[in-house]
């Protein structure tokens, strides 16, 4: 929908059932507006990002890689400007309920805002349980790891 590089691809998105994980739907202007992102003139004139677009972004992200893979992630406490309708936190019920009005469930919303998320925690909680009782910590380094950085 935005062609940021920060966006999830659409052949990643496909591949999120595979892996279990949540794909976090940012507030960032830039990123879920195509015009806010490429906009060169005066910041006065500027097009700005809407609730819609960030509606528009999540049912993307629902239709390509599925109900149990889509979260929010706003971003409220590292953007300058926010989506038009999305202020702050006490406008989240008009984002559910533009999504409702688009035919979201409201077991669907539940996932969204935080479900998703809390069986992802678990699930990483779990493998991490089972990691432990293996082995101790690990004291690698990324160097170790991945090899020397290049400069």
């Given amino acids: 929908?935005?062609?940021?590089?920060?966006?999830?691809?659409?052949?990643?998105?496909?591949r999120m059932p595979e892996n279990g994980g949540v794909v976090m739907v940012t507030f960032v202007p830039s990123f879920i507006n195509e015009e806010v992102r490429t906009f060169e003139g005066a910041p006065d004139e500027a097009p700005r990002a809407t609730l819609a677009d960030v509606a528009d972004h999540i049912d993307h992200v629902r239709a390509v890689a599925g109900i149990d893979h889509v979260g929010i992630g706003s971003d409220f406490d590292g953007?300058?400007?926010?989506p038009v309708g999305l202020e702050d936190v006490s406008t989240y019920p008009a984002?559910?309920?533009?999504?409702?009005?688009?035919g979201?469930?409201?077991?669907?919303?539940?996932?969204l805002v935080?479900?998703?998320?809390?069986?992802?925690?678990?699930?990483?909680?779990?493998?991490?349980?089972?990691?432990?009782?293996?082995?101790?910590?690990?004291?690698?380094?990324?160097?170790?790891?991945?090899g020397p950085g290049r400069d």
Avoid: F, M
């Fill in 95 to 102: 984002l559910l309920e533009e999504l409702a009005r688009r």
């Fill in 104 to 111: 979201w469930t409201e077991k669907e919303l539940r996932k």
């Fill in 114 to 146: 935080g479900e998703n998320v809390l069986r992802v925690w678990r699930e990483a909680e779990t493998v991490a349980r089972r990691i432990q009782r293996v082995r101790g910590p690990s004291t690698a380094t990324i160097e170790e790891l991945d």
């Fill in 1 to 14: 929908l935005t062609d940021h590089p920060r966006n999830v691809p659409d052949n990643i998105l496909r």
């Fill in 79 to 82: 953007i300058s400007s926010t």
